[in-house]
């Protein structure tokens, strides 16, 4: 595809075929080669004038739900280990964050859903961006998988390795 860009850069026109070189350079026109066939409004052009290429606009992204969790990844995988028991318990806390990570203040209706375990509530509304919610782990030594959905955010996720228990020592 070709994209011909006016004087400023902005996009003038588009062509499948090379346009003449001559007409359009007289004209005060830039022509720009580029793999990319896209709708005009999905194109952007940056290095004008020097050395112009046609990139895919950026389309804003959707703010995130960001799970943590205070308790230890004691093996150093990024992955926190509760013993597989039943009764401990891990406090999963979520942040709203928009696209410059910066704290969504607003309140939001998050769903939870557990792999393994149980959670002490299925839906939370943020308060000014944050909540909190406690995953107690079933009894199997399995991974666990936290995710948390809200409309409008993306999900946010967050892994917790159920380990066997220790033994009773005598």
């Given amino acids: 595809m070709f994209y011909i860009l006016d ?3 902005k996009l003038a026109r588009t062509a499948r075929t090379l346009p003449e070189t001559k007409s359009v350079e007289a004209a005060g ?3 720009v080669e580029s793999d990319l066939e896209l709708d005009i409004e999905n194109i952007e052009f940056h290095g004008f004038p020097r050395r112009p290429i046609a990139i ?6 959707l703010p995130r739900i960001v799970l943590t969790t205070t308790v230890e990844d004691a ?3 990024g992955v926190p280990e509760l013993p597989a028991d039943g009764k401990s318990k891990a406090t999963v806390r979520v942040l709203l964050r928009d696209a410059k990570q910066g704290l969504v203040k607003k309140s939001v209706e998050l769903t939870f859903q557990a792999s393994a375990g149980s959670l002490s509530e299925r ?3 943020t308060k000014e961006g ?4 406690q995953f107690i782990p079933g009894n199997e030594t399995v991974t666990a998988v936290i995710r948390a959905t809200a409309e409008g955010f993306e999900p946010g996720h967050l892994q917790f390795e159920l380990v066997p228990r220790k033994s009773q020592e005598k």
């Fill in 7 to 9: 004087e400023s850069g």
């Fill in 29 to 31: 026109y830039t022509v």
């Fill in 56 to 61: 895919l606009k950026q389309t804003a992204q």
């Fill in 75 to 77: 093996d150093g995988d």
């Fill in 123 to 125: 839906t939370v509304t």
């Fill in 130 to 133: 944050k909540a909190t919610i």
